[in-house]
Each structure stands twice: as structure tokens, then as C-alpha cells.
């Protein structure tokens, strides 16, 4: 029951905010806008399961990366819209964090609510959910996978196997990182536990395939952002938006706010307390785990405080030669399973202390993540309100729609993927890329109109026939250009139908 109310204490804790403030359980900077735009376009299909859709360009072949979270969250966001579809799953990638630390804590002879504590509220995990990545929220699944390795228990292998098959279902990227891992523990372990594991192995495998065959042509390298990495200097270093962590941010407590950066945010903070807690547990294997993926979390080039030292990192360029390492773009996100090591080191650090010392020191670290990491507790919110004028194109001809601006400062070229759950009709906007896909004056004018200097409005409208969307503040300006708008909204959104006739400006 304390571990249970424990967890109560943290969700309402992550989730304080939606009190104030209805929306979704993430930052507006990030990639919560895409994330949620592919949740919605499932809960429509639903039972049917879409290998794309038409209502944004390029995305006709779209597998989703997270199949569990977004089946999981399509299915309530069908029942009862997007604040519990989204939400719960953000809620309970951080349950399964808290259960997988308390087990793997258990197994270690560790105090389970430092373990569940710990990877509840990890950095890593919280900045990750923070900016959208819903696919990182199996982290409790691979804690509780790698709990169960060199287990003497029958069955242990298996279960093993069972849990990281799943975890990959959730989401590739720290699969990945977690399929190392447990091989490395794997050839650690008493050979006993062997035929287990290698029973578990294969079951991982076999769970794994068919989501391996719908990302074959990822797995391959296609759309991979390959090329150097740009060594540069990162004010943001405590967030490190960028290929990998900053050297100091594993150890310098702080927050520090991305202001109106469109970033995604992934915390390198170990936690002063928990590394104090790790290194009164003494040896273990869990120091390999945790020493290795926060090395290979520097990604390719060391920085200390937001300036590139030059120095490459070993450890990333030796996980670049293993199956599928190259494809790594964050490396950062090895830290996530730095959290389950970091968890049972810290449970076990626990134990050493009196019994006595005992609670209030898992109190203590919880009050160390939660407030001196860079990552906000309670997490912050993505608000779901649309504009005014996309409530109003039901009688407007046109098929598609070009939100305006469509990049630029402050601009979320996603935000109006979220608010197509309004209008339901296709975009003219591709998910992965900012900007109007209109290669015309006017459309390159439309596409610039948030840049400090924007295009001029051009003597004539070159646009296919379509409805402009503009978002609140930005209607005078595209009036210059396409007249009186057909419809107008109270938050001074407003949109006009355009026939896809070139017409000369007034």
C-alpha cells in the first residue's frame, strides 16, 4: 500500500497542472502537436489499423513508431477525446516507470520505493515526455526486462524476453539501447540461467520481427538524417536539444527555460542524491550500465557547458559499429537506461543506510529530481485550443488547407496537424518539414509572413484552389494580399477560399 500511494503522490504530482490548465501533458515546443495528430488519425480509423493517411503530404506511408502507446491512446481518444487519450498514456508510461524501478529494486535487494521513485521521475523519462516523444514511455517495461536477467528463477528468461519484445513495441530508439544492455548482462550472467535466456531471446525476436518488416526501410537507413555532426556552441546545454548530452549537465543541478526555442528537450541530471545513494551501494554490475550509456549519451563530440571541446567521444563511435547504431540521432536517450541503472543502485545505496535514514532519504531524492533537474515537475501543458476561424470552413469550398504562418520565430510548423481534428480536411503541410510546400510568390510569401523580414506582397496570387487558415495576429497581413477574408474569428483568425485563378493584387 505506501508503494501504491507512493506512485498516487507522483502522478498527481507530474499531472498538477491540467488543474489550472486543461491540455496535454507536454510542451508546446516539442513534438506533442505531431505525436497527438497521429493518435487522432488512428482513433478515426479505428478498428482499422492505417499505414497512412492523405491528410497531410508525404504521410500516405506513415507507421507509427509507437504502436502500443498510440493504439493505447487512440482507443480512449475515440471513447472520450484527446485530453484523457493523450494524457493517459503519459500517466502511465510514468506508473509503468515507478513499477518497473520498485521491481528491479526488489530483485536487487534494494528499497523498492527509491527504485520506483528514481525512474518515475528521472530526468531523462520526464524530458522526453515533456517534449512529445511518447515512445519513450516503455521505460518501466525494459526496467522490469532487465530485472529479470540472470534470474535463477524458472520462467525469468522468458518473462525477460516478454517485457523487451513489448518495450520495443512502444518504441525503437531505447529498444535499442535496452537490447545492448541485456545482451551485455546476458554474457555476465551464471551460464545456468543461459537456455532461459536464449529461450527469451528468441521469443524477444519473434515479437520484435513484424515491427522490425514495417520499419524495414527505416531500419535501413532511409530518411535517416545522415551526415557530420556540427560541433557548436549550445546555450541550452542543460536541455541538450541537440545529438547528444552535455558533459556538465549530468552533474549541474537548475532549470533552465528554452524561451521560445522549438526544441526538444532531454536532460542529461543523474541527481545529486541518487548518485550520492548510488555510491554508497558499492559494486555492482548496474555501474557498467550506468557509466556506459551516460558515456554514450555525449553522443559524438564532447561539450562541457554548451562548448564543443573538440574531443570525440570513443564510446559513440564504438556504438556506431554494432547492428543499427548509426541510426542513433540523439544519443542522449541512452540516458534513459542510465534511469534504470541509476535506480537500483540508488535502492540499493538505501539499504545501507539505517533503517531509520531510510524514507526520508528516498524523500530527499524525490524532492532532488523533481526540483533541481531542468526538467519542470509538474510537466508543463500543450493547450488544445484551435483557432476561431478553423470551427468555420464547413461552408467554404476547397479541399485543402494552408495554415499561415507556416514557420518562422516562435512558429510550431505542427501546431496545425492538433487542429485538423477541427476542420478534418487535408493539409497543405508536410509533418517533417516547416514551410508552405507552394513554390509560387504568393506562396513563398504566405510561408515567410513570421520572419522579421518577410517577402513582399507579391503583384499577383499564384495559389491552387485551397483555403489560407491564418492564425490569430497574422489576418491584416494576409489581407494585404488576398483581400477581405470570408470568414473571421473572435481571436482574430481568419481564413479565405481561394479558386486557384492567378489574380492580380488590388
Known amino acids: 500500500m505506501p508503494l501504491v500511494l507512493a506512485a498516487i503522490a507522483v502522478l498527481l504530482l507530474v499531472a498538477a497542472r491540467l488543474v489550472v490548465h486543461p491540455g496535454l501533458l507536454a510542451s508546446p515546443g516539442g513534438e506533442v502537436y505531431g505525436h497527438a495528430w497521429v493518435q487522432w488519425w488512428h482513433s478515426e480509423a479505428l478498428p482499422g489499423w492505417p499505414a497512412g493517411t492523405s491528410l497531410a503530404e ?4 506513415w507507421p507509427v513508431i509507437d504502436p502500443l502507446p498510440t493504439a493505447f491512446a487512440a482507443g480512449l481518444w475515440r471513447m472520450f477525446g484527446p485530453l484523457v487519450g493523450y494524457n493517459a498514456w503519459i500517466l502511465l508510461a510514468v506508473a509503468l516507470a515507478f513499477a518497473g524501478g520498485a521491481f528491479l529494486a526488489k530483485q536487487e535487494d534494494g528499497d523498492p520505493l527509491t ?46 524476453g516478454l517485457s523487451l519484445g513489448l518495450a520495443a513495441w512502444c518504441g525503437l530508439v531505447i529498444a535499442w539501447v535496452a537490447a545492448v544492455v541485456a545482451v551485455g ?8 540461467a543461459w537456455p532461459g535466456l536464449l529461450l527469451g531471446g528468441l521469443l524477444a525476436g519473434l515479437i520484435v520481427a513484424p515491427l522490425a518488416l514495417v520499419h524495414a526501410d527505416r531500419l535501413g537507413g532511409a530518411g535517416h538524417r545522415a551526415g557530420s555532426v556540427i560541433a557548436r556552441a549550445e546555450p541550452l546545454w542543460r536541455l541538450n536539444p541537440w545529438h547528444g548530452i552535455d558533459l556538465l549537465s549530468l552533474i549541474a543541478p537548475g532549470r533552465q527555460d528554452p524561451g521560445d526555442a522549438l526544441v526538444r528537450i532531454h536532460p542529461g541530471y543523474l541527481g545529486i542524491v541518487p548518485l550520492l545513494l548510488a555510491v554508497r551501494s558499492g559494486w555492482s554490475r548496474w555501474w557498467v550500465v550506468l557509466v556506459g550509456c551516460a558515456l554514450l549519451a555525449l553522443g559524438p563530440v564532447i561539450s562541457v557547458a554548451g562548448e564543443p571541446t573538440g574531443v570525440p567521444n570513443p564510446v559513440a563511435a564504438l556504438a556506431h559499429l554494432l547492428p543499427l547504431g548509426d541510426l542513433l540521432n540523439h544519443h542522449g536517450r541512452a540516458l534513459l537506461i542510465g534511469g534504470v541503472a541509476m535506480s537500483a543502485l540508488a535502492a540499493r545505496g538505501v539499504m545501507r543506510l539505517p533503517e531509520r535514514a531510510r524514507l526520508p532519504a528516498a524523500l530527499l531524492l524525490a ?6 533537474s531542468p526538467a519542470p515537475v509538474p510537466l ?5 485550443d484551435a483557432p476561431d476561424a478553423a470551427h468555420m470552413l464547413a461552408d467554404l469550398p476547397g479541399e485543402h488547407v494552408l495554415v499561415v504562418p507556416a514557420a518562422g520565430p516562435g512558429i510550431h510548423f505542427q501546431r496545425p496537424l492538433l487542429d485538423q481534428r477541427i476542420h478534418q480536411r487535408p493539409l497543405r503541410l508536410s509533418p517533417n518539414r516547416p514551410g508552405a510546400p507552394i513554390e509560387t510568390d504568393a506562396g513563398m510569401w504566405l510561408a515567410g509572413l513570421a520572419f522579421p523580414q518577410p517577402p513582399p506582397v507579391p503583384e499577383e496570387i499564384d495559389l491552387p484552389e485551397m483555403i489560407v487558415l491564418a492564425m490569430p495576429g497574422y489576418a491584416e497581413d494576409v489581407a494585404a494580399g488576398l483581400g477581405t477574408p470570408d470568414v473571421l474569428g473572435a481571436d482574430g483568425s481568419a481564413a479565405w477560399a481561394v479558386r486557384g485563378e492567378t489574380m492580380p493584387v488590388d
Open 58 to 61: 508525404g504521410a500516405a506511408s
Open 185 to 192: 548482462l546476458t554474457l555476465a550472467s551464471n551460464r545456468r
Open 367 to 372: 524532492v532532488d529530481l523533481a526540483l533541481l
Open 380 to 384: 508543463p501543458i500543450t493547450p488544445l
Open 115 to 160: 527504485g520506483g521513485l528514481t525512474l518515475a521521475l528521472w530526468p531523462a523519462l520526464l524530458g522526453s515526455l515533456m517534449s512529445g516523444l511518447t515512445e519513450d514511455g516503455g521505460l518501466g517495461l525494459i526496467a522490469a526486462g532487465l530485472a529479470l536477467i540472470g534470474r535463477d528463477r524458472p520462467w525469468s528468461g522468458v518473462l525477460a
